[in-house]
Structures are given as structure tokens and as C-alpha cells.
T-cell receptor, first 113, second 113 residues
């Protein structure tokens, strides 16, 4: 059964720093990997989706990479801002009988002004 | 922009009641999903549907049922609510293509007293 792990569980950094969030998954047979942002008490906002054939995706200050063979993905946030404070969730889509996403437990990020 | 609308942000019900959570999407997506999110457990898939009147069990379907009579609407039903079903419920939708992202609603925080 697919398992997704995110490290660290929480991270606090000063504004302006570049940072990396990590995600690992146990079964490399995935269709894609998706990064989400969740603000307190809210739903999920899709940030980036990387297909299994891709190595990375970029959107603004965000860059996500995927190394399928080693079961790892990173989300790089450049020049962090207080508005980036949120919980970041990594999820993989493996297909098969249960066609939902398998989520990690998230990284709670605080950007200090 | 894709819009996934959940009918209630907050809901309080009593044990034994039959509870309906409604979700509507406006982008003609084939796939719709119900997840629940709990502290320490993350998001877990309850049910999904890939077409009208079609449904598939996810990882934790016990105590729940679903209905999809129209393409845009996916309902989650708690047949006889219990306190362990107190949770944040999130609905999502996506196109049939497995490499399309899932889009989430804002969630319904359900309390069962």
C-alpha cells in the first residue's frame, strides 16, 4: 500500500529565505504527484502537478521536482514571504482500485516577518 | 477557474441522525471524491465516483454512502451519525484524464454531538 511521508512536519524561517520541503513515497509506480497548500480551516489549493514522466514543474517562486525511481519529491520556495505561511501537502496518484490521492501529513510552514 | 462548492462550512448534528453533505462542481468533471481530514491522520479517501450513478469505495467507506444522480453533484451520506465521524470533510473533482489535478472545495467541518 502506498505511503507518503513529509519532512519536516513543521518549519519556521525568516522572511526572504529560500526553503525546501521534502516528500517521499514508498511505491514508485505513480501516475503523478501533486503539491497543495492549505490555509487554516480552509480547503486545499493545488500548486503544482508533476506527471511521472516529468522531472520538475515551476510556477512563479515555486519549483517542484520529482525523482520517481527513488520515491522523492521536493518543493522549493524562493524568497519566502509571510503570505507563504500555510500547511503544504504532497499527494501521489497511483491509480488502481481506489483512485483517490494518497496524502502525506503535511509540513506546517511559518514565515517570520 | 474550477469551482467546487460545498453546501455548508460548519455543521452540527446529533448521534443517530442521517446527515447529508453536498458538493457541486461547475467544470463538467467526470471524477468526484470525498475525503475526510483528521489531525495526525491526514486526508483519507472515503468514496469516489467516475461517472453518474457510479461509485467506488475508498480507504474508509464504513458508515458512509454516496449518491451521484447528476454529473455536477456528489453527495456524502452518514446513515446514522456517530461521534467518531466528527471531522473535516473535503470534496474534490477532476477530469477523467489521470494526469489532471484534483480541485478541492473549502470543506465542511462536521461536529457530531
Amino acid at each position: 500500500k502506498q505511503e507518503v511521508t513529509q519532512i519536516p512536519a513543521a518549519l519556521s524561517v525568516p522572511e526572504g529565505e529560500n526553503l525546501v520541503l521534502n516528500c517521499s513515497f514508498t511505491d514508485s509506480a505513480i501516475y503523478n504527484l501533486q503539491w497543495f497548500r492549505q490555509d487554516p480551516g480552509k480547503g486545499l489549493t493545488s500548486l503544482l502537478l508533476i506527471q511521472s514522466s516529468q522531472r520538475e514543474q515551476t510556477s512563479g517562486r515555486l519549483n517542484a521536482s520529482l525523482d520517481k525511481s527513488s520515491g522523492r519529491s521536493t518543493l522549493y520556495i524562493a524568497a519566502s514571504q509571510p503570505g507563504d505561511s500555510a500547511t503544504y501537502l504532497c499527494a501521489v496518484y497511483s491509480g488502481g482500485g481506489a483512485d483517490g490521492l494518497t496524502f502525506g501529513k503535511g509540513t506546517h510552514l511559518i514565515i517570520q516577518p | 477557474d474550477v469551482k467546487v462548492t460545498q453546501s455548508s462550512r460548519y455543521l452540527v448534528k446529533r448521534t443517530g441522525e442521517k446527515v447529508f453533505l453536498e458538493c457541486v462542481q461547475d467544470m463538467d468533471h467526470e471524477n468526484m471524491f470525498w475525503y475526510r481530514q483528521d489531525p495526525g491522520l491526514g486526508l483519507r479517501l472515503i468514496y469516489f465516483s467516475y461517472d453518474v450513478k457510479m461509485k467506488e469505495k475508498g480507504d474508509i467507506p464504513e458508515g458512509y454512502s454516496v449518491s451521484r444522480e447528476k454529473k455536477e453533484r456528489f453527495s456524502l451520506i452518514l446513515e446514522s451519525a456517530s461521534t467518531n465521524q466528527t471531522s473535516m470533510y473535503l470534496c474534490a473533482s477532476s477530469l477523467q484524464d489521470s494526469n489532471q489535478p484534483q480541485h478541492f472545495g473549502d470543506g465542511t467541518r462536521l461536529s457530531i454531538l
